[in-house]
Structure formats: C-alpha cells, structure tokens
C-alpha cells in the first residue's frame, strides 16, 4: 500500500488560488488510481477529482469544482496534485488524497463516488476560504 502525505493548504481569500501536493511512497505509482477528497465538519465526504493510472488518462471531476480544480500527476516524481483556483467559502474542508490499486476499482468516477475506504489515504491538509 502507498502511503501519502499531503502538503499546501492554508488560507486564502475567496476568489485567491492554492496548489495542493500528494506525496507517494511505498509502491509505484504507475499502478493505482488517485483521488482527491474533501470533508468539511457535519458534513460527508465528497470526491472532488479522481485521475486514472496516467496523467494523460482520464479524469473525473464533481460538478462542484469542474472548471476550477485541476488534478494533475507526475509519476516520475511520485507526486500528484490539485490546483484550485477561484475558491470558494464552500471549498474550505480537510482535502486529502488516496490510492486505490488499479484492478480493484474500474472507473475513475467509481473511486470518486466510493461509499467504502480506499486502499490508502493520507491524513489530509486544511484549506479555509474566507475573507
């Protein structure tokens, strides 16, 4: 199992950027799956980008941050990321980041959408959007 570790939270104010970094060892990152999660106190968890085993593959994106997040990956580096730009108040939650080995999830909407728990995830960064 990969063990991650997630960096570049903060604060920052509504409309302001932050790139948050996801950092991968204990395993190749070529084979597994990788998403973005947030959960924000009383409140479930969403899967807010989930990327195929590639950085050229597919990408899925909920509909709350398409066209704001970008999730990107540098296997070489064994590093993933997520760009958020023109953040949002509803943005602010713990963002982390999680792995699933490629044959044990299908599609990348399927891991964004999971109700159970990935095979590895990291203990999240804070991100607080607010003026």
């Known amino acids: 199992q990969l063990q991650l570790v997630e960096s570049g939270g903060g604060l920052v104010q509504p409309g302001g950027s932050l790139r948050l970094s996801c950092a991968a060892s204990g395993g190749d990152l070529d084979y597994y799956v990788i998403g973005w999660f947030r959960q924000a106190p009383g409140k479930e968890r969403e899967g807010i980008s989930c990327?195929?085993?590639?950085?050229?593959?597919?990408?899925y994106y909920a509909d709350s941050v398409k066209g704001r997040f970008t999730m990107s990956r540098d296997n070489a580096k064994s590093v993933v990321y997520l760009q958020m730009n023109d953040l949002k108040p509803e943005d602010t939650a713990n963002y982390y980041c999680?792995?699933?080995?490629?044959?044990?999830?299908?599609?990348?909407?399927?891991?964004?959408?999971?109700?159970?728990?990935?095979?590895?995830r990291g203990q999240g960064t804070q991100v607080t959007v607010s003026s």
């Open positions: 999680a792995s699933m080995y490629w044959l044990d999830i299908t599609t990348v909407h399927a891991m964004c959408i999971m109700t159970g728990e990935p095979d590895s």
């Open positions: 990327m195929s085993t590639s950085a050229d593959g597919p990408t």
